[in-house]
C-alpha cells in the first residue's frame, strides 16, 4: 500500500499523535474553558500548549491570537465573510481552492467587487498585475500559498510588502504549506493565516485556525457564529476579546491535542529538515515519470518553487481510469479530477478532465516512489500490447 | 498556598488568558492556582488566578509584560 494522497489528508501521522488523543480521551476528557476544576484546567492547558507550539511554528507573539476553527475552510470563510463589506474590492489569483472561490462569489452577489489575477500556466502569479489592480476600495488580498494541484508557490512576501504599502490586508490560505514549507507571519508580512491541522501539521480532521496579525482590528472582523464561550457568561451578547469572540462552542480538544503532537514533532525534526526530504522524494518522482512517454507533468520545472505534489496525465487516457488501475492493481492511493478547484485546471488548461494528482509527505519513502513510477510506467505499457 | 488570607486573585475576560497567565507564571518559579471565580466578585463562571500577596508587584509586572489582558485584581 502506498499512500500518495496528503494533499488532502496526510497519513501516517507522527505515533504520539494517535497516543496523546487516546491519553486525553481516558485520562482528561472534560470541556476546556468551561468548569474550573482540575479536568477542565487540564484540558485547557493542553488547548493553550496547542496554540503556544504554533505561535513558534509561525512566528507569532500572541498565542491568543490564534482561533481554532475546523478547518482551513472554516478559517478562510471567517476571515472573508468576516472582513469584507458591500462596496469592498478583493484581490485573488487563477490558482484558488473552492474554500476560497466559493465564499467570494457568493460575496460577489452581496456587492463586494472580486478581480482574479491570471496566473501563467506554471502557476505563476507577477505581483505587478496585483499592484495595477490595487485601488481605493480594496480591503484585501487573499492568496494560496502553496497549489493543491500543481504544487506551485505564491510569492507571499512580495505580495505582503505590497499589501502594507497599498494599506490593504492579506490574508494567506496556507492549507498546502502549513508544517511542510517555512512561513513567517512577520517576515512574511500576513496579516490573517488560514490553516488546517489534517494536512502537513499532521493533526486529525477537524482541528484548524485564522491567525489574527497585529493589523487586524479585532471590532471589525465579525464572527461567523456566536454561541458560549465559557467566559462573559453574565451577558447575552457575544464577547469582544479573543480568542472567545471566534470561538463559540465546545472546542475538539481532542483533536487539538493531537494536533499538539503534530506541531511539535515538525519543531522537533526542523522544518529545513521536512522540506529538504520532501524535496528529495518529489525530484525522484518527477524524474522517473518524464522518462515516460507520452506523460505529461504540469507545473514549474524548477524543484524549489514547488511543494510536494505533482499533476500529471497520460495522452489519451482518462485520469479516473488511471487513479482506478492505480489503486486496485498496484496499491497506489491517488487523487484524480479537479481537486476541488476548477479555476487552477482552467489555469493550467486541464479543465474540465482534470489531472492524477499525487501528494507526499514526510514519511513517504524514496522505494515507494520508484515503485510508484514502475506502476505508471506499467499501466501505459499494458495499454500498448492491447 | 493553604492561607487564603494571604492571597489575591487576578480576574480575566477569557480563560484562554487566564492560562496564559498560570502557564507564564509557573515559568517564573511563582506559586499560583487556577480556581473558580468567587461567587461576591462577579457572577461570571470562569476561572481566576490565585497568587501569594507577596508576589503582587512579580504578577502585575508579568501580566503587563506578556500583554496578558485582565480584568481586575482582587485581594480573598
Redesign the interface.
Known amino acids: 500500500m502506498i499512500y500518495l494522497d496528503n494533499a488532502a489528508t496526510s497519513y501516517p501521522k507522527p505515533k504520539k499523535v494517535g497516543l496523546a488523543m487516546l491519553d486525553f480521551l481516558e485520562k482528561i476528557g472534560a470541556s ?5 476544576h482540575r479536568l477542565s ?1 487540564e484540558a ?2 493542553l ?2 500548549q496547542t ?2 507550539n504554533l505561535a513558534k511554528l509561525f512566528n507569532i ?4 491570537r490564534i482561533v481554532f476553527t475546523m478547518n482551513v475552510t472554516e478559517a478562510l470563510n471567517l476571515a472573508l465573510q468576516g472582513l469584507l463589506v458591500s462596496g469592498e474590492q478583493v484581490i485573488t489569483s487563477s490558482m484558488e481552492h473552492n474554500s476560497v472561490m466559493r465564499p467570494l462569489r457568493e460575496l460577489e452577489r452581496n456587492g463586494i467587487e472580486v478581480e482574479v489575477i491570471p496566473c501563467s500556466p506554471q502557476g505563476k502569479l507577477d505581483p505587478e498585475d496585483i499592484k495595477k489592480r490595487i485601488r481605493k476600495n480594496t480591503k484585501l488580498i487573499v492568496l494560496n500559498h502553496g497549489s493543491n494541484v500543481i504544487g506551485s508557490i505564491s510569492p507571499i512576501s512580495e505580495v505582503g510588502d505590497l499589501a502594507r504599502e497599498y494599506g490593504v490586508l492579506f490574508l494567506v490560505d496556507a492549507a498546502q504549506t502549513a508544517g511542510c514549507y517555512p512561513l513567517d507571519m512577520k517576515r512574511d508580512k500576513i496579516d490573517l493565516l488560514a490553516f488546517t491541522g489534517h494536512k502537513a501539521l499532521f493533526g486529525p480532521p477537524g482541528t484548524g485556525g485564522l491567525i489574527l496579525g497585529e493589523r487586524v482590528e479585532v471590532k471589525k472582523l465579525i464572527p461567523l457564529k456566536r454561541g458560549g ?6 451577558f447575552e451578547e457575544q ?1 469582544d ?4 469572540k471566534y470561538e463559540s462552542g465546545t472546542l475538539n480538544a481532542v483533536g487539538l491535542v493531537g494536533l499538539n503532537e503534530g506541531v511539535k514533532f515538525i519543531l522537533q525534526e526542523g522544518l529545513e529538515k521536512i522540506r529538504k526530504y520532501e524535496l528529495q522524494l518529489t525530484q525522484r518522482l518527477i524524474d522517473g515519470l518524464k522518462e515516460i512517454p507520452g506523460i505529461i507533468i504540469y507545473g514549474e520545472d524548477q524543484i524549489k518553487n514547488r511543494i510536494a505534489v505533482v499533476s500529471f496525465n497520460i495522452r489519451n487516457r482518462l485520469p479516473s481510469e488511471i487513479g482506478l488501475k492505480l489503486d486496485e492493481e498496484y496499491g497506489i492511493m491517488c487523487r484524480v479530477g479537479l481537486h476541488c478547484t476548477p479555476v487552477t485546471h482552467k489555469t493550467i488548461g486541464t479543465f474540465p478532465g482534470g489531472t492524477i494528482r499525487f501528494s507526499l509527505s514526510y514519511f513517504n519513502k524514496i522505494e515507494e516512489i520508484e515503485q510508484t513510477v514502475e506502476g505508471v510506467k506499467k499501466i501505459i505499457e499494458e495499454e500498448k500490447q492491447i | 498556598m493553604e492561607k487564603r488570607e494571604d492571597c489575591s486573585v487576578v480576574l480575566f ?5 487566564a ?2 497567565a ?2 507564564f507564571a509557573q515559568r517564573s518559579n511563582l506559586e499560583v492556582k ?4 468567587p461567587r461576591n466578585l ?6 481566576c488566578l490565585l497568587f501569594r500577596n507577596q508576589d503582587k508587584i512579580k504578577i502585575e509586572n508579568l501580566l503587563h509584560h506578556e ?1 496578558i ?1 485582565y480584568d481586575s485584581i482582587y485581594p480573598i
Open positions: 476546556p474553558g468551561r468548569s474550573a484546567q485547557g492547558r488547548v493553550y496554540r503556544e507573539d500572541d498565542p491568543l464561550t465559557g467566559s462573559w457568561s453574565e464577547p476579546f479573543l480568542p472567545d | 475576560y477569557s480563560t484562554s488568558a492560562i496564559k498560570e502557564s487556577l480556581i473558580p471565580v462577579s457572577s461570571d463562571c470562569g476561572i500583554k489582558e
